[in-house]
């Protein structure tokens, strides 16, 4: 009896001791409300920095629906484990976050927990933003704060059980999240550092550009060895890169700043809002960014030099003496600008440079002929129509594989016209989900665009 009594015991302080530690481990107090702050309380300076800030950090396309008032939340964010919203990030002080103070939002950026306490998502990057300066952030406040504010109640998210229970997320940050970890290296310059601190922090490039595990977390082995991104493919931004033409620091600064390069085409789907958004800010970011980005995409080899060579020698072949349906569709369709010797706007990019013929998979390139390119505001940047509505699947698959045959020397796509049926029906989902009418402006001169 006396043995069974002290089982019990040691059983129920085990239960007690593990239900506190979890509890430990889950909760977060709430922080106090605030009254919103007076936009005219911001020192200006501050708020331009915030500016350019939150366009390092892509802030306005990940919490702005289409045709939206700006930063008003509701974008849905697909996962493998169901899609999440965005929220309103305005100082709406009931639907948004103008009842937080400085010191609510820097806990959102660096611990990924909400002014209520709650855990946030990691769609949100806060594994990123954990980086950002206490100046850094401060910016983004004053700014944020400064914004219109837009009543725009949260959209629920369409989570299965049970990753719709947010202590989940505690566990989550157990295992993955690695608060403050960014340090500089003093051996490195200035720029390679700035550059550092931008890409690992605001800017959170592994996002896209790393694989995940079955956890949705970075595969920390496998950092910028490419991802998953809205049905694009985000190249591998390393040594693995599979651009024709290596990367380098000249390459990719005018790529981040104009949106394209005539060794590497052009940014489509989520690259060109983060390079729309890179061309406002200052000039010696960009070029951080790029000096940063450089070091990890290396020197190539010098057999990776020498098939570089070869790509630039040979990157216009002569047409195939039989004529497909993929090269007679180009022949009509695509050859007068891409052949034409002109630089762009008036010519089409050099195709045998194109990192989007040369990927693993055909999604991008679907992607870019369903949808065309639009010019870059300012810039003689590539232009190009979509050939969604005079083009079928079967058509638009003949192209592709004939734009791989002809201008890449690596195998050939498989199951490309299934490729192009996935990529037509995401880009008509895209637009009828992302239409949020909760928060469109009566005019599309009330978007904020930072």
Known sequence: MVRSKLIGAILAAVVIGGGGAAFAMIWRPAIAAVDPPLPQSFDPDIVKRGRELAAIGNCNDCHTVRGGRNFAGGLP???????????????????????????????????????????????????????????????????????????????????????DQRFLVAGWKVLFFHRDSYRPDPSKSAAWNRGAYLVEGLAHCGACHTPRNAFGAERATATFAGGDVDNWRAYAINAQSPAPVPWDAEALYAYLRDGWHPEHGTARGPMAEVVSNLSSVPSSDVHAIATYMASVFGPPTPERQRQTEAVLAQAKPPPEATVSPGAAIYEAACASCHESGRSPPYGGINLGLSTAIDGPDARNLANIVLSGIRPVEGERSPIMPGFAASMNDAQIAAVLNYLRARFSKRPAWRDVETTVEDARRTQTAFLQTSAGPQNAPADPAQRDKP
């Not at 909400?114 to 952030?137: C, E, I, K, Q, W």
């Open 77 to 163: 964010v697909p996962t493998p484990f169901g899609t999440i919203f965005s929220s309103n990030i305005t100082p709406d002080a009931e639907t948004g976050i103008g009842r937080w103070s400085e010191a609510a939002f820097r806990r959102a950026m660096r611990a990924g927990v909400d002014r209520d306490g709650r855990h946030l998502y990691p769609t949100f990057p806060y594994d990123h933003f954990t980086n950002v300066s206490d100046a850094d952030d401060r910016a983004l406040y004053a700014y944020l704060m400064t914004r219109e504010a837009v009543h725009a109640p949260p959209r629920k998210n369409e989570l299965s059980f049970p990753f």
